[in-house]
């Protein structure tokens, strides 16, 4: 049995992912701001012709909208080759405890993705700790992220991370302070 709730979080979640308003996402599927309200609220369905267009606007397949299928698990390999990769990355972080499953996905990150992640942590756009970060980055990540500790005199935190650091990280961070 189809969950109007559900899906009508799906499209709101969706939409909001592509940064669009209602009226920009009635525009697009030629349907008036109050239907996509109706949607988003469970108290209709798009039409089988306006789901069509939702999963070609928002790359999903049309089960990730209609079935009982959701991308909560944390099987990340999963649904990176199954959904969007930018709809399970948002998936993670609004998750209930992305610093706890960082592990699970990071590493299937590619570099890119990687590198906007750590930006977006250090400017605190997003809810991951770097302590929970830490021990996944790379060599060259973990340098990076040093780096910007160092050059904006976040003293405490590297303090904390030290037990965690490379003899060389250790060395980098020591010296930057003399």
């Not at 499209?11 to 109706?38: C, G, P």
């Not at 949607?39 to 798009?46: C, H, R, V």
Request: hydrophobic letters at 40%; charged letters at 20%.
């Amino acid at each position: 049995m189809l969950d109007l709730k559900i899906i009508g979080q799906r499209i709101t979640d969706l939409r909001k992912q592509k940064a669009m308003s209602q009226n920009e996402l009635a525009d697009a599927l030629f349907v008036t701001r109050q239907a996509v309200s109706k949607w988003e609220i469970g108290k209709g369905m798009p039409s089988i012709e306006i789901l069509l267009a939702l999963t070609k606007l928002f790359n999903v397949p049309i089960d990730y909208l209609l079935d009982h299928t959701d991308m909560a698990s944390n099987a990340y390999e999963h649904m990176l080759v199954t959904y969007p990769r930018p709809s399970v990355i948002y998936h993670f972080l609004n998750s209930k405890h992305p610093n706890r499953n960082i592990q699970d996905i990071f590493y299937l990150l590619t570099t890119a993705e990687r590198k906007q992640l750590i930006d977006q942590m250090l400017c605190k756009q997003i809810p991951i700790d770097i302590m929970a970060l830490w021990p996944y980055a790379n060599v060259v990540e973990r340098k990076y992220l040093l780096g910007y500790l160092l050059a904006h005199e976040e003293s405490d935190i590297v303090l904390s991370l030290r037990p965690f650091m490379t003899n060389e990280e250790r060395i980098l961070s020591s010296t930057h302070g003399n």
